[in-house]
């Protein structure tokens, strides 16, 4: 009789509380995985977008100095630069990546530089649309191309897909093919 | 006796109510610390956002640079004409697919999901999260024009974050 008046915990009382406490340290195991997570997708988010700004400020500063645009598929664009090597600009046939290919002038030899790692970014998909062309179709407009690029990184099994577009514009004048004359460029 | 009973229920230890209130106040920070991971999962989101937004400001830059070299090529050099493209006060679209500058006050771009292009004709695709406008604002002094190209997106939810781009386009060739 006496033993049944110690106030401590009773078994229930005991059960119940475990139980809570249980329920609160797996809600915070799962917050603390899920955090991880997200500091992990952020690393490779940001691996991803700093190759694009890279891929991109390659692309843009050699083509908006380069001249005689041309593209005879949406997926291949294709100039002189300002060295007068020939570009090609494409999507790699073997893998998920974007490819300057450089043939130096005087030379016939092609050679490939991937712009970026695959593992850093994935190209899934580009296209070139371009207008005002110096190389056939002959027109006065100015030389511009507008580039749609669909990259991609992956986390955990899942994709996630930054579609981004831009337009760049010859930096010369175009005025040798505005009078039907020299190719353009200084 | 009575005084031996007393003095038990002086020992206490922690009360069932005490207990709850510890796990309690438990909880509530644990409850915020996934708010604060939900918070990091809406950062990642706006920052995949931004360099879309990026890139399409520089389209409109871009865009307009496209006419003012038009205009040399008409002109053969000095771009008198310039100053006739200073139509944008209170906001213009372009986009890739007219490069026209229309005096607009709603820039939203829509997104064609099977060319992967962003215009501003509702017909060819569903409105994105992104809206541009460029502004133009000719110089008092030099003729010059400068543009401005403002690219506003959604942020998941509610608000919403800007990209500006400005660039100084003068009525002469400068490469």
């Known amino acids: 009789m006496q033993k049944k008046s110690y106030p401590g915990f009773t078994l229930i009382e005991t059960l119940v509380s475990v139980a809570i406490f249980t329920l609160a340290v797996s809600l915070g195991t799962l917050v603390i995985i899920s955090m991880n997570q997200a500091a992990g997708r952020v690393r490779v988010r940001d691996q991803a977008i700093q190759s694009i700004y890279y891929v991109m400020d390659t692309v843009s500063r050699s083509v908006r100095t380069g001249t005689q645009y ?20 494409s999507k790699s046939t073997s893998a998920e990546q974007l490819v300057m290919y450089m043939t130096p002038l005087g030379s016939t030899v092609k050679k490939a530089e991937p712009l970026h790692d695959v593992y850093a970014v994935k190209l899934i998909a580009i296209q ?44 010369y004048i175009d005025i040798g093919s505005a009078l039907g ?6 | 006796m ?25 909880s509530l920070s644990l409850g915020a610390l996934t708010l604060l991971t939900s918070k990091a999962v809406v950062t990642t989101r706006t920052a995949e956002s931004r360099v879309v937004a990026e890139f399409l400001a520089v389209e409109g830059i871009e865009l307009f640079q496209k006419l003012a070299m038009s205009d040399l090529i008409a ?33 939203v771009l829509y997104y064609d999901a099977t060319t992967h292009e962003y215009s501003h004709q509702s017909s060819v695709g569903l409105a994105s999260e992104y809206s541009r406008l460029i502004y133009t604002k000719q110089s008092a002094t030099n003729g010059s024009i400068f543009v401005r190209s403002v690219v506003s997106y959604s942020v998941l939810g509610g608000g919403s974050h800007k990209v500006v781009l400005t660039k100084e386009f003068q009525p002469w060739y400068i490469q």
């Open chain 2, 75 to 107: 002109s053969g050099g000095l771009n008198a004409s310039l100053s006739a493209r200073a139509i944008c006060s209170a906001g213009c679209t372009i986009d890739t697919r007219d490069g026209i500058l229309t005096p607009s006050s709603n820039g």
């Open chain 2, 2 to 26: 009575k005084q031996t009973q007393i003095k038990i229920s002086n020992i206490k230890g922690f009360t069932l109510v005490e207990t709850l209130v510890a796990i309690l106040a438990l």
């Open chain 1, 128 to 171: 070139f649309k371009l207008k005002g062309a110096a190389k056939a179709p002959i027109d006065s407009e100015q030389p511009s191309v507008a580039i749609t690029a669909q990259f991609g990184y992956e986390y955990r099994g899942k994709q996630f897909i930054i579609p981004i577009q831009t337009t760049l514009t010859q930096r």
């Open chain 1, 70 to 89: 041309e593209s005879v598929s949406p997926e291949t664009f294709s100039y002189i630069d300002q060295k007068g090597d020939a570009i090609e600009l």
């Open chain 1, 181 to 186: 004359g020299l190719p353009t460029g200084g």
